[in-house]
């Protein structure tokens, strides 16, 4: 039941609210933080981070051509569905998604785990019980919420490296 008022508060927010003050607007910043790291690997690069739209996914709709909820976006590849935790000993990092419209206030928060050589990485959306939970939904509830994800190679392609980097105590911000 508290679902249903979840979502019903959801929907009219989105009724009544302005579209300008739901915080939607180009990604500005990608900030990927953890423990192994000395400083935040920070992604400004306008070029990097027009790929990684947190508007796109499952829960979302276009009306341009083409558009497709379940093609590879953010940095998820939806179209391998929801899988579980990522085997093994892992490296995780807090990744924070920031927005012209919110400034320095992020308006999206997962965790992305490096994967091995074999297999890609993978990306943890927050789930109800999670303290992020509630900033998420309230950017955009894509309705897959406390899963895990594989990344998106592309993602992989402009992360990973970054991250390696920042381990070899190089600083990172681009």
Excluded: C
């Amino acid at each position: 039941m508290r679902d249903l008022f979840a979502i019903a508060g959801v929907v009219f927010i989105l009724l009544v609210v302005p579209p300008e003050t739901l915080g939607k607007g180009a990604t500005t910043k990608i900030v990927i933080e953890g423990v192994d790291l000395a400083k935040p690997v920070v992604i400004t690069d306008r070029e990097k981070l027009a790929k990684f739209n947190v508007w796109a996914g499952p829960g979302t709709f276009s009306t341009q051509p083409g558009f497709a909820a379940n093609a590879p976006s953010f940095i998820v590849d939806w179209r391998k569905g929801a899988v579980g935790p990522p085997p093994g000993e892992v490296r995780k990092y807090r990744v924070s998604f920031y927005s012209e419209k919110t400034g320095e206030k992020p308006i999206y928060i997962v965790d992305y785990v490096i994967g091995d050589g074999l297999s890609g990485g993978y990306v943890y959306l927050p789930g109800k019980s999670d303290d992020r939970w509630r900033l998420n939904v309230s950017s955009i509830v894509h309705g897959v919420e406390g899963q895990w994800f594989h990344a998106w190679s592309a993602w992989e392609r402009v992360a990973k490296p970054m991250i390696e980097k920042a381990h070899a105590g190089q600083h990172v911000s681009r």
